[in-house]
T-cell receptor, first 111, second 114 residues
Framework: DTAVSQTPKYLVTQMGNDKSIKCEQN?????MYWYKQDSKKFLKIMFS???????INETVPNRFSPKSPDKAHLNLHINSLELGDSAVYFC??????????FGEGSRLTVL | AQSVSQHNHHVILSEAASLELGCNYS??????LFWYVQYPGQHLQLLLK??????LVKGIKGFEAEFIKSKFSFNLRKPSVQWSDTAEYFC????????????FGDGTTLTVKP
């Protein structure tokens, strides 16, 4: 069983569209994250949820809205997509301040 | 705020050469330290971690790292690299008081020539 799974793995869409990425973890972790990896491979945290509560919200445009229906799921919805949103988005989970377990990534391409 | 600096952006080695990748962090309190590896087209996975105790930690695939508190460093080493070690390597720091937030360095691309 995949520990952290994301869907879809690839999204190709036009500017201005709205898209969602889903993430689920079966590790029993309390904390889940969204990270963005740009074309230069730089990895930046976007959001973190602990037991469904938002605890980290980095400087991210409010077009990005995370939702955590329960502690095993953390979804990311993006409104009005822009070219600069093209990136690989990684979901991750951890137990407290421990190591991160990453999903396989969702590659978003905005045309 | 915590920050991480990786000095080598791109390292090219021949097989069997020794590897050392530098990592320095900036934070005055207690931290957890990590090295992650990202093989081409894959997700990040943990190589090794330091929480406390022996500052020399051993990870998977023959990698090790040494935490030097006085230098705020956590350099990654491997005595003899293989072609399969070609990947992106990320150092990360997680401050105990920062809500579990891990800050990553900008990564080092390692290319091992066969």
């Amino acid at each position: 069983d995949t520990a952290v799974s994301q869907t879809p793995k690839y999204l190709v869409t036009q500017m201005g569209n709205d898209k969602s990425i889903k993430c689920e973890q079966n590790l029993g972790h309390d904390t889940m994250y969204w990270y963005k990896q740009d074309s230069k491979k730089f990895l930046k945290i976007m959001f973190s949820y602990n037991n469904k509560e938002l605890i980290i919200n980095e400087t991210v445009p409010n077009r990005f809205s995370p939702k955590s229906p329960d502690k095993a799921h953390l979804n990311l919805h993006i409104n009005s997509l822009e070219l600069g949103d093209s990136a690989v988005y990684f979901c991750a989970s951890s137990h407290g301040g421990g190591e991160l377990f990453f999903g396989e990534g969702s590659r978003l391409t905005v045309l | 705020a915590q920050s991480v600096s990786q000095h080598n952006h791109h390292v090219i080695l021949s097989e069997a050469a020794s590897l050392e990748l530098g990592c320095n962090y900036s934070y005055g309190g207690t931290v957890n330290l990590f090295w992650y590896v990202q093989y081409p087209g894959q997700h990040l996975q943990l190589l090794l971690k330091y929480f406390s105790g022996d500052p020399l930690v051993k990870g998977i695939k023959g990698f090790e790292a040494e935490f030097i508190k006085s230098k705020f460093s956590f350099n990654l080493r491997k005595p003899s690299v293989q072609w399969s070690d070609t990947a992106e390597y990320f150092c990360a720091v997680n401050a105990h008081t920062n809500a579990g937030k891990s800050t990553f360095g900008d990564g080092t691309t390692l290319t091992v020539k066969p």
